[in-house]
């Protein structure tokens, strides 16, 4: 509504500027002129109010101005200013990308008024109006072809800046996703595992607590370390979080030697085997691996049953292959129950790597992750 509104408004003030400067002689056509009779000044009104459907309907708003100032001229009414409606319908048409109309536009405009010079028995004065007119014509359809330029640039920096708000509120949307799988990735690890040493050294103290208060000393110490180890490793993702400096130990591969001797020290044996010489770990690579590792022995702990682990260690140019594998009782419910497996599988893609799991032939179970060494590309 605001556009047919704007152009009727324009229609009616392209009327009342060629009226009053036809009327009040301010300029000539250059070719021999008779007074301004109602023929004309209906030619002139239609030519303008054309105007209104300029931009709903250019082809015909184009080509009735086109034929009004044709007509005009070959009735040699007064003045240039009735050439107005036709050029604002040709600006009209190359500014909506209407290229081929507007040109056309124009031809017949130049076509007809020029043709109406040539038939006429007298030559136009050479200050007169018509003698710009080609050049008026180029740069109407110049002036549209540029405006169309300006506006589509406009619309795609706009599409553009949309695009990136858009984009930017999916990165944030996928960071929080990130962060909140993170964050249960990092506590399902930490507190599984130590829980579950607590749980089984609970079991072994409250047994031997009569008949050997000794070793339930032993394993009373060892829930004390695991609470502590959970309390450290909780308040330091509580700390990235608050995005402050974790208050202890980066998770990583040096901490596999503490891995292996609480796993010891519930009952069990654990073979390590170093393949290679370690090189340069990308940080999250360093973390992910020892999660792996972390959640495979808290797997076997769980549900493996009387077992020993076999934890190896390759490094290899650009890799790190990780493998834990064990002897212990069918490890089905890992595999058809557990959540570890999902979340080791998660931070092994994460890393850039992958994972596989899965019981072993002879028995037991075994986890093998391979990372690229400087993390995801």
């Known amino acids: 509504m605001r556009i047919r509104r704007a152009d009727a408004l324009a229609a009616a003030g392209v009327l009342a500027g060629i009226v009053g400067g036809t009327y009040g002689g301010l300029s000539s056509s250059g070719s021999p002129e008779r007074p301004l009779d109602t023929f004309g000044l209906a030619l002139i009104t239609v030519a303008s109010l054309a105007l209104a459907f300029r931009r709903s309907a250019p082809t015909q708003a184009g080509a009735i101005t086109v034929a009004c100032v044709v007509a005009y001229y070959a009735g040699r009414y007064p003045g240039i200013f009735a050439a107005a409606p036709a050029l604002m319908s040709i600006y009209t048409a190359a500014s909506l990308g209407r290229r081929r109309l507007a040109i056309w536009l124009a031809v017949a405009m130049g076509v007809g008024v020029y043709g109406l010079i040539a038939l006429s028995d007298v030559d136009p004065a050479p200050d007169g109006g018509f003698t710009l007119l080609s050049g008026w014509l180029v740069a109407t359809v110049i002036l549209g072809e540029t405006t169309r330029s300006r506006r589509a640039y406009l619309d795609e920096v706009e599409r553009r800046a949309v695009e990136a708000e858009r984009t930017r509120e999916e990165a944030a949307l996928r960071r929080a996703d990130e962060e909140r799988l993170w964050i249960a990735q990092e506590l399902h690890d930490t507190l599984t595992h130590n829980i579950s040493v607590i749980n089984v050294q609970a079991s072994v103290a409250m047994h031997l607590l009569d008949r050997d208060p000794g070793l339930s000393r032993e394993a009373l110490a060892v829930i004390k370390e695991s609470g502590r180890e959970a ?119 994460a890393a850039g790597g992958s994972l596989t799991a899965g019981p072993r032939p002879q028995g037991g179970f075994a986890v093998r992750a391979e990372l690229p060494l400087a993390g995801r590309p």
């Open 231 to 349: 309390m450290r490793e909780l308040r330091a993702s509580l700390g990235v979080l608050r995005q402050s400096d974790p208050d202890g130990p980066e998770a990583g591969l040096d901490r596999l030697p503490r891995l292996v001797a609480r796993a010891e020290a519930v009952g069990l044996p654990v073979k390590v085997l170093v393949v290679g010489e370690r090189g340069e770990l990308a940080q999250d690579v360093d973390r992910a691996a020892y999660r792996i590792a972390q959640e495979a022995f808290t797997n076997v702990l769980r549900h493996a049953g009387p077992a020993s682990i076999t934890l190896t260690t390759e490094y290899r140019p650009e890799t790190i292959v990780l493998r834990v594998e064990d002897d212990g009782e069918s490890s089905a419910e890992v595999t058809r129950y557990g959540m570890g497996l999902i979340g080791m599988r998660e931070r092994a893609v």
